[in-house]
């Protein structure tokens, strides 16, 4: 994948990251706060969950935006890999974190295994994708762009 489309595909998730933040720090603490569902100590669970989904959201479309970049001056299939990697990870950790949580507040149940599963595959997804990015800056070569202009100075 191209840098520019790595920088749309992270800023997009990064959006959503802020809308999933507002989402948490509004309308489910408000929720939470009025509903005697949960007990103290889950509600604070939820929560906390909550805010680690939004956190890892926000920080590895960072990392996504960062894979674009680097791109633009690294030729490697292995920025491919990080990039894909950090989405899955999106998907997975934070996605199954978000999934779980938002259906124990409106259903009062836990969900199926297969989204309990996701959330430690996700977070596997996201180590790897770190491994793939300083891979990549490990092993390939620069673009002649910079190859050009540094040569020039």
């Known amino acids: ?71 633009a001056n690294v030729c490697s299939k292995l920025l491919t890999y990080a990039g894909s990697f950090f989405t899955l990870g999106i998907i997975g950790f934070s996605g199954g974190l978000l999934v779980y949580n938002a259906t124990l507040v409106i259903s009062g149940t836990k969900l199926l295994p297969i989204v309990i599963a996701a959330v430690p595959l996700g977070g596997i997804s996201f180590i790897i994708g770190w491994c793939c990015l300083a891979a990549s800056l490990w092993t390939s070569n620069t673009s002649n762009i910079k190859t050009r202009t540094a040569r020039h100075l």
């Open 1 to 71: 994948m191209y840098g520019s489309k790595w920088i749309r595909v992270g800023s997009l998730f990064a959006a959503f990251g802020v809308t999933c933040g507002a989402l948490g720090a509004h309308a489910l603490k408000t929720h939470l706060a009025t509903d005697t569902m949960f007990d103290v100590q889950t509600t604070q669970t939820i929560l906390d969950n909550w805010s680690t989904a939004v956190l890892y959201i926000l920080v590895h479309s960072i990392a996504i935006i960062l894979t674009g970049l680097v791109s």
